[in-house]
C-alpha cells in the first residue's frame, strides 16, 4: 500500500523510533517481534530501516499510556500522533528550495560544473568512481540551499579541519548529513559508504569541490549530472534524459495546475519528473518513481528535492515485471534503456503480457507493457523508444504492434532528431500511449520532427521553439480536437516538420509499423517535397543577392583602386622578433593530452583549427576553467596572430574578438605585436600569408618526422612595410576585396541549395517553370 499524498515518506532506524515516540529502544524491537503486522524493514546495507507512514498506520490504534503523556498530550493521544508531531518538528523536515522549478543555469554554474568535472574530480575521488564523486557534488549543492542548519555542520567542519588528517572527518559528516537528508524523505540509498570511498590527494582539494560545489547555482545540479554521462560512456540504461525531451514529453500530456499522480518506471536521474512537476506545478503531482540501478536513486531522490519535491522512490522491486503494479497512476513519462535486457530467461516469463510475450535479449516491449499496466483506465503515457522499434521484423515485436494497433493503445508517435543524447546517438520516438478497453479513434498522428533542433557541440537539443511547435500539432490531437480517419495531411511546413493522421486500419496493412517516416514517405516517388524549404532557399539566395549589391555599391571608376607605387626601397626593414612578442604553446608535459575536454571549459587552438587564415568558431578541444587558471600566460587576445609551431605549416590566423581569452595549445606559436612597433597588426597577417613568407617557414621548420618551427627560427623572419598610414590603406582594399569575396561564395553556395531544392519541387511537380 503506498503513502497517500500527504503522508510522511521518510524512513527510520529502530533507535530513531524510539526517541521520536518517548519508548525505550527495546521497545520497538518487542513489537517487531510480538505483532505480525508490525511494518516490514527495508535494509539500506547492514542497516533495517522502516517507512514512516507503514509505522503511522501501525500506531494509529496504540494509545500512548497516561503515565507517559507528554505535556500538552491529552488522554486518548496515540503514538501515530505523536510521531506526526515529532515528524514537523524536526530540523528539515519538509524539502526546501531556494529556487523556481525551473531554475536558470547561469554562467558562473556552468564554470563552476566545468572546473568540478574536470581535474579536480580525478584529485579528489582517487581510485573511487566518478559516481561516488558526483554524489559528494549533489550531495552538497542540496544541503547548501535547502538545508542551511545541516551546512552550518559541514562549514564548522572545514573551519576546523587543519589537513589531510581531517579528511576522513570531512567525508563522514557529509555521510552522515547525506544519509540523514535522503533517509528523512524516504530513501535507503547508502551515500556514506559512498563518499566513504574517495581517496582525495589533499585537504585542500577536497575542500576546493566542497566549496565551489557550494558556490554554484541550483541550475549546476543538472549540469553536473549531463557532464557525468558525457564523461563516464555510460549505457542506455544509465545516461539522463535531456531536458528539452522530457519537457516535451511532459507538455504534451500534462497540464499545467493538474492534480495527477506520475509515474517514472525508470527514472535515471529523476529528469522526467522533474519536468512533470515544472509543467503541473509540485503541488498538484504526486510522483513515483522506480529503478532496477541503486546507485542512481541518490541522484534522482536529491534532483527533486532541490527542486523542492518529495518523491516517492524505490529500486526494491523485486521481480522485473511483476504482475501486479504498486501504482495505479494517471500518467506515466518514461525513457527506458534501449534494445537491452538486463532479465533474460525466468525473469521473463513472470510478466503480465496482454499484448504478447516480448522476445528474449530485448526489453523494449516489455517496457511498453509494463507502462501500459500501470495506468489507471484512460491514463496516458509516454515513452522514449528506439526508432527501430517501430517496425523491427522481429515476429514476437510484429505482433505486440499489431495488437497496440488494433486495441487503440497508440495515439502518436513523433521521430525526434538525431543526437539528442551526449552519450548515444541512437535515434528515438516519442510514443504516445493510452490505456483503453476499446479504441476511441479510428487513426493515429505520425509526426517527423527529425529537422528540428539546434546544434550544440556534440548534440542537438531541442529549444522551446520546437516543443512549441511539435505541441500545436501534437496536444489538440490528443485532446481529441483534431479530425481522426482517413489520411488527413497535417502538413506543418511553416514549423519545418511534417504530421499526418493516418487510419489504425491502414497502419495494419503497413506490415503494423509504427515509425512515421513510412506513412510522410510520399509512396514509391519519394515524399512531396516541402514547401517552407524552398521558399527559404530562396529567401537566403535573395539576401545574398541585396548584401552582394551593397557591397558593390561604389563610384564610378577602376574596379580595383591602385596605382603604380614607387617600389620597397624606402620601407622600413626588421626581422619578426623585433616587432612581436612571440610565445609558444605551452609544452606537451604541463599540458597533456588527458588534460583536454570535448565539453565544457576554454577553447585550445590546434593547428587544424586555423582554416583560410581563420581560427575555426568551434574547435574541437577545450580545458576546464580552473586549468586555463593556470595558464594566462598563453591566451591569445583579438587581432593576435596564431601560427603553426609544430606539424604542417597552415596559413597563419587572425584572433577575432569573439576568440579572446583562448588558449594556445602545445602545437601553435601567437604573435602579438609590439605597442611600439609600427607595423598593422592586419597588414602582418596579411604579409605572413604571402607564398614567399609561408615557404620561408616551412623550409626553417625542424626536418622532422613531424615538422616543428621554434620561436627563435621564426623571430628571423625578414619583413619589410611601408608607413603605417599606407599599411592600413592596403588592409583596406584587401579586406574589402576579402569580404566582396567571400560573399559571393556565400551566393554561390546558396544558389546551389536553391537549385537542390527547386529540383525537388521541378521534378514531383509541385512547381513548375513560368
Same mark, same amino acid.
Given at each position: ?24 529502544r ?51 493521544t ?121 581517496e ?14 557550494a ?19 555510460l ?70 528535492l ?25 500518467v ?21 503480457w ?33 526508432v ?21 493503445s ?22 504516445f500511449l ?32 520546437d ?46 509499423s509504427?515509425?512515421?517516416a ?20 530562396g529567401?537566403?539566395?535573395?539576401g ?68 583560410g ?36 605549416q ?37 604579409y ?5 613568407? =609561408?615557404?620561408?617557414?616551412s %623550409?626553417? +621548420?625542424? @626536418?622532422? !618526422?613531424?615538422?616543428? #618551427? ?5 623571430? *628571423? &623572419? ?20 576579402? =569580404?566582396?569575396?567571400?560573399? %559571393?561564395? +556565400?551566393? @554561390?553556395? !546558396?544558389?546551389?541549395? #536553391? ?5 525537388? *519541387? &521541378? ?8
Amino acid at each position: 500500500m503506498e503513502p497517500a499524498h500527504d503522508e510522511q515518506t521518510g524512513l527510520l532506524t529502530r533507535t530513531q523510533i524510539a526517541d521520536r515516540l518517548g519508548v525505550k529502544r527495546p521497545a520497538v524491537s518487542n513489537w517487531a517481534r510480538r505483532y505480525k503486522d508490525f511494518p516490514t524493514p527495508v535494509r539500506s546495507g547492514d542497516m533495517e530501516l522502516f517507512r514512516e507512514a507503514d509505522l503511522a498506520r501501525w500506531l494509529v490504534n496504540r494509545t500512548v499510556p497516561q503515565r507517559r503523556l507528554r505535556n500538552g498530550e491529552q488522554l486518548g493521544t496515540t503514538y501515530a500522533t505523536r510521531l506526526g508531531r515529532t515528524s514537523d518538528e524536526r530540523p528539515g523536515a519538509e524539502p526546501k528550495s531556494t529556487r523556481s522549478l525551473a531554475p536558470r543555469i547561469e554562467d558562473g554554474d556552468r564554470k563552476a560544473v566545468d572546473q568540478l568535472m574536470g581535474r579536480l574530480a580525478d584529485r579528489v575521488r582517487g581510485p573511487a568512481t566518478m559516481a561516488d564523486y558526483v554524489n559528494l557534488c549533489l550531495i552538497v549543492m542540496y544541503v547548501r540551499h535547502a538545508e542551511l542548519e545541516q551546512w552550518q555542520r559541514i562549514e564548522s567542519v572545514m573551519s576546523a579541519g587543519r589537513g589531510a588528517q581531517d579528511v576522513q572527518l570531512l567525508l563522514r559528516s557529509l555521510g552522515d548529513v547525506a544519509q540523514d537528508t535522503l533517509r528523512r524523505n524516504g530513501d535507503r540509498t547508502d551515500m556514506r559508504s559512498s563518499l566513504l570511498q574517495l581517496e582525495p590527494r589533499s585537504w585542500d582539494d577536497l575542500t576546493t569541490a566542497v566549496r565551489t560545489a557550494a558556490g554554484a547555482g541550483t541550475g549546476a545540479f543538472q549540469l553536473v549530472w549531463e557532464s557525468f554521462s558525457a564523461r563516464e560512456g555510460l549505457q542506455s540504461s544509465e545516461f539522463c534524459s535531456p531536458v528539452g525531451l522530457a519537457s516535451l514529453a511532459a507538455g504534451l500530456v500534462l497540464t499545467p495546475g493538474q492534480k495527477a499522480t506520475v509515474l517514472d518506471p525508470y527514472m535515471r536521474g529523476g529528469e522526467m519528473l522533474a519536468a512533470a512537476c515544472r509543467h503541473i506545478g509540485a503541488a498538484g503531482a504526486t510522483v513515483y518513481g522506480e529503478t532496477l540501478n541503486g546507485r542512481l536513486q541518490s541522484v534522482a531522490s536529491l534532483y527533486l528535492l532541490h527542486l523542492g519535491v518529495r518523491p516517492r522512490l524505490s529500486s526494491n522491486r523485486s521481480d522485473r515485471w511483476p504482475p501486479r503494479h504498486e501504482h495505479d497512476v494517471d500518467v506515466v513519462l518514461t525513457n527506458p534503456p534501449f534494445n537491452m535486457s538486463d532479465a533474460p530467461g525466468p525473469g521473463r516469463r513472470t510478466g503480465n503480457w496482454p499484448y504478447g510475450a516480448p522476445p528474449r535479449g530485448n526489453d523494449n516491449f516489455a517496457w511498453v507493457q509494463y507502462v501500459l499496466e500501470a495506468l489507471v483506465p484512460g491514463g496516458r503515457a509516454a515513452v522514449v523508444m528506439p526508432v527501430k522499434a517501430g517496425n523491427s521484423v522481429n515476429a514476437a515485436e510484429r505482433e505486440i504492434r499489431r495488437a497496440l494497433i488494433s486495441t487503440g493503445s497508440v495515439e502518436c508517435v513523433v521521430t525526434l532528431p538525431p543526437h539528442l543524447f551526449s552519450a548515444t546517438p541512437v535515434p528515438v520516438s516519442l510514443w504516445f500511449l493510452r490505456r483503453v478497453e476499446r479504441p476511441v479513434r479510428e487513426g493515429i498522428l505520425f509526426v517527423d520532427a527529425q529537422g528540428l533542433g539546434e546544434k550544440n557541440r556534440h548534440r542537438r537539443v531541442l529549444r522551446k521553439t520546437d516543443r512549441d511547435a511539435i505541441t500545436a500539432v501534437v496536444r489538440p490531437w490528443l485532446d481529441g480536437e483534431l479530425p481522426g480517419g482517413g489520411e488527413d495531411a497535417l502538413r506543418a511546413d511553416e514549423r519545418g516538420f511534417a504530421a499526418v493522421v493516418v487510419a489504425r486500419s491502414d497502419v495494419l496493412g503497413e506490415e503494423y509499423s509504427l515509425r512515421p517516416a513510412d506513412y510522410l514517405g510520399g509512396g514509391q516517388y519519394g515524399a512531396a517535397p516541402v514547401v517552407s524549404r524552398l521558399l527559404k532557399a530562396g529567401d537566403e539566395a535573395a539576401g545574398y543577392v541585396d548584401r552582394l549589391r551593397v557591397l558593390e555599391q561604389r563610384p564610378a571608376g577602376p574596379e580595383y583602386v591602385h596605382r603604380p607605387g614607387p617600389g620597397p626601397d624606402d620601407w622600413e626593414e626588421a626581422i619578426l622578433g623585433d616587432l612581436c612578442e612571440i610565445q609558444a604553446g605551452p609544452s606537451y608535459t604541463r599540458l597533456p593530452a588527458a588534460a583536454r575536454t570535448g565539453d565544457g571549459g576554454v577553447p585550445l587552438v590546434f593547428p587544424q583549427d586555423l582554416v583560410g587564415g581563420k581560427i575555426v568558431d568551434e574547435p574541437r578541444y577545450r580545458v576546464p576553467w580552473e586549468t586555463a587558471e593556470r595558464f594566462k600566460k598563453f591566451v591569445v587576445r583579438t587581432d593576435d596572430i596564431v601560427c603553426v609551431r609544430t606539424g604542417a605549416q597552415q596559413q597563419p590566423a587572425l584572433v577575432s574578438a569573439s576568440q579572446a581569452d583562448w588558449l594556445l595549445s602545445p602545437n601553435v606559436t601567437r604573435l602579438r605585436v609590439r605597442p611600439t612597433a609600427e607595423i598593422d597588426p592586419l597588414y602582418l597577417h596579411a604579409y605572413l600569408g604571402l607564398q614567399h613568407a =609561408r615557404e620561408w617557414m616551412s %623550409h626553417r +621548420a625542424a @626536418a622532422t !618526422a613531424a615538422p616543428s #618551427l621554434s620561436s627563435v627560427a621564426l623571430g *628571423h &623572419l625578414p619583413l619589410r612595410f611601408p608607413p603605417i598610414e599606407q599599411q592600413r590603406r592596403c588592409v583596406e582594399l584587401l579586406g574589402d576585396l576579402g =569580404r566582396r569575396a567571400e560573399a %559571393h561564395a +556565400a551566393y @554561390a553556395s !546558396a544558389l546551389g541549395r #536553391l537549385r537542390a531544392e527547386l529540383a525537388e *519541387h &521541378l521534378l514531383h511537380g509541385s512547381v513548375e517553370p513560368s
